[in-house]
C-alpha cells in the first residue's frame, strides 16, 4: 500500500498576501485505515492557516485526503504525514491541523500538529 500523494494538491494565488488572515477548513468525514486491526479509523480534520503566497484549492484537498482511506498508519503519522505535505505545496505562514478520531474502546484521541509561529 503506497503513501498517498501530494501531488493531487492544488494552490491558487493568495487575493491578499499582505494581510494575515485566517482559512479554516473542516473535514467533517476523514477516514483511514488502523495498521494493527485493519479497521476504519474516522475524524473530523480542521485545518487552520494563515497563507503567504498561495492557498490550497478545496476540490483538490477533498481528492488528496480521499487517498488516505485505505491507508494504513497510526493517528499520529497520518496527522503529520497531512501537515508535511500541506507545507510543502503551500508554505504557510502558519499552519495547524487538529484530528479529532471518533472514540474506539471508549478512548478519543486527538492529534495536534503545528507548522511555523501563528502571526499576531
Not at 493531487?8 to 476523514?30: G, H, Q, S, Y
Not at 497510526?74 to 507545507?87: A, W
Request: hydrophobic share 35%; charged share 25%.
Amino acid at each position: 500500500m503506497s503513501d498517498p500523494s501530494r501531488d493531487t494538491l492544488e494552490t491558487f494565488e493568495n487575493p491578499f498576501p499582505n494581510r494575515n488572515f485566517i482559512v479554516e477548513t473542516i473535514a467533517p468525514e476523514f477516514t483511514s485505515i488502523c495498521p494493527k486491526t485493519g479497521h476504519p479509523d474516522f475524524g473530523t480534520l480542521t485545518i487552520t492557516y494563515v497563507a503567504d503566497k498561495v492557498c490550497y484549492e478545496l476540490k483538490s484537498l477533498k481528492l488528496y485526503l480521499q487517498q488516505y482511506r485505505n491507508h494504513g498508519a497510526y493517528y499520529e503519522r497520518v496527522t503529520n504525514m497531512i501537515l508535511d505535505d500541506l507545507v510543502a505545496v503551500t508554505n504557510p505562514r502558519w499552519m495547524k491541523i487538529e484530528a479529532a478520531f471518533t472514540p474506539r474502546g471508549g478512548i478519543r484521541t486527538t492529534v495536534i500538529v503545528e507548522h511555523g509561529k501563528r502571526p499576531e
